[in-house]
């Protein structure tokens, strides 16, 4: 049982420990790259590479809405700005310092979501269903629907209009 509080709460550390994990797929990418290329650097076209597995990652193992890689124009913007011995190439801590700032954003829109989706959800599920208490008809029906599964299905619609809401944007 202590492994799994230990386990639990390193997950919910916060910041340190989404840098951490964060480091951990930067330096996985650019093994992998810098192994096929041979050198300790990336060039841009391996840069870009890198940007699509990461944001693959981000997509594979964080929930919510599949989320996209920022374009090639604004990869090779931020590449020179983060390149500080402007050699055209980003090194290991150049590059994790690149992909840090360029996923800052996302983690945040992943984490609102989550929130969204485990607090508020549930929050307005016992609020609506205290409210259909005295609608004629619709509260009876709804005050036998059990907690939990009236809980899961308002989460599902209001996961369902998050998700139509960034589709039309």
């Known amino acids: 049982m202590g492994q799994v509080f230990a386990s639990i709460q ?3 550390q ?14 996985r990418v650019f093994d992998h790259l810098k192994d096929d290329s041979g050198k300790d650097h990336l060039v841009f076209e391996d840069l870009y590479i890198a940007v699509l597995f990461v944001y693959n990652d981000i997509n594979k193992h964080l929930p919510g809405p599949h989320i996209d890689p920022p374009s090639k124009i604004s990869v090779k913007a931020m590449m020179e700005t983060y390149d500080s011995d ?3 190439q980003l090194n290991r801590e150049e590059f994790a310092e690149f992909i840090q700032k360029l996923t ?4 945040c829109v992943v984490s609102r979501n989550l929130i969204i989706a485990m607090i508020v959800a549930p929050a307005v599920a016992v609020l609506t ?17 059990p907690n939990s599964i009236f809980a899961s299905l308002v989460a599902l619609g209001v996961m369902l209009l998050q998700n139509s809401g960034e589709e039309l944007e």
């Open 86 to 88: 402007l050699n055209g």
């Open 14 to 27: 916060g910041k340190q420990w989404r840098e951490k994990q964060l480091r951990k797929i930067t330096d």
């Open 104 to 107: 800052g954003d996302t983690l």
């Open 10 to 12: 390193g997950k919910f």
């Open 129 to 145: 269903k205290r409210a259909t208490e005295g609608v004629p008809g619709v509260g009876k029906v709804v005050q036998r629907i």
